[in-house]
């Protein structure tokens, strides 16, 4: 079959004259990309595996690195602060009632151990596999099935609003600057990391505890979830506890705006 010039009529291209083809030129423009995309990426892997999820790995165990960290430096500050409330005791020029003073607002504050009894909630994510266990309700999302960040906090304000004296989430205690946060499937709380099943402790009237659980619309709603999608709940009278007294920085950080230069 002929070209298409020749289909045309143009006849041949002169004798001792190559014609220009665009194709060719196209087909090394190609190979040319190609190379530099194989130099880029040889140049970018350096002898490693840029496919893997290594860099994802590493962020996550940095997390668990600092988390670790910041364990450890709260237990340092903790016997820090001991000794420097050992230390206050001794002879300062304060009155017994000035004592007396400072240690309610040192319980109040909740950097003191609290001693009494106590009731946890234990808050965790549902089977993977789990389905519908009633009629007229759809398939679990993902999001159906792991703990939230509004559970957990529903549960703290209950306590709260039941008169706690004292919460504890896990192993820290909580001050009135806690914030009870969630990011993915992980807490994170006070620079440190948690995954479930999560443990609240409150230490009061554990009778008016448990009534502000149920009185509460948010966990009535988490509730639901539990009965038809298998979420853990799970409540439980302590007895006699000792929570932890706060351990790290009572300092209050905040954000400056940025002053502008003319």
């Known amino acids: 079959m002929s070209n298409s010039a020749d289909s045309h009529g143009t006849g041949p291209s002169p004798a001792g004259?190559?014609?220009?083809?665009?194709?060719?030129?196209?087909?090394?423009?190609?190979?040319?990309?190609?190379?530099?995309?194989?130099?880029?990426?040889?140049?970018?892997?350096?002898?490693?595996?840029?496919?893997?999820?290594?860099?994802?790995?590493?962020?996550?165990?940095?997390?668990?690195?600092?988390?670790?960290?910041?364990?450890?430096?709260?237990?340092?500050?903790?016997?820090?602060?001991?000794?420097?409330?050992?230390?206050?005791?001794?002879?300062?020029?304060?009155?017994?009632?000035?004592?007396?003073?400072?240690?309610?607002?040192?319980?109040?504050?909740?950097?003191?151990?609290?001693?009494?009894?106590a009731l946890t909630v234990t808050l965790n994510d549902a089977p993977p596999n789990a389905t519908a266990k009633l009629p007229g309700y759809p398939e679990p999302q993902p999001d159906y099935l792991v703990i939230h960040q509004q559970d957990l906090q529903a549960v703290v304000n209950a306590m709260w609003e039941a008169g706690a004296e004292g919460i504890k989430v896990m192993d820290q205690r909580l001050i009135s600057t806690s914030a009870v946060r969630c990011v993915g499937n992980t807490l994170i709380l006070q620079g440190r990391v948690y995954s479930p099943p999560y443990k609240i402790t409150a230490i009061g009237d554990t009778g008016k505890l448990k009534d502000a659980l149920a009185a509460s619309p948010a966990i009535q709603n988490y509730m639901v979830y539990v009965n038809v999608y298998g979420l853990g709940w799970k409540v439980e009278e302590d007895g006699t506890v000792t929570l932890p007294g706060y351990s790290g920085t009572v300092d209050l950080h905040y954000a400056k705006p940025v002053e502008q230069r003319e």
């Open 17 to 117: 004259k190559r014609r220009f083809r665009p194709v060719r030129v196209l087909t090394a423009a190609v190979f040319a990309l190609a190379g530099l995309i194989f130099f880029t990426s040889f140049n970018t892997a350096k002898g490693t595996d840029i496919r893997t999820d290594a860099s994802l790995l590493k962020l996550s165990d940095l997390i668990e690195e600092r988390s670790h960290k910041n364990a450890s430096l709260d237990e340092s500050n903790g016997v820090l602060r001991d000794d420097v409330d050992s230390l206050a005791g001794r002879e300062d020029g304060s009155t017994a009632a000035e004592d007396a003073k400072l240690a309610a607002l040192e319980k109040n504050a909740g950097t003191q151990k609290l001693k009494g009894d």
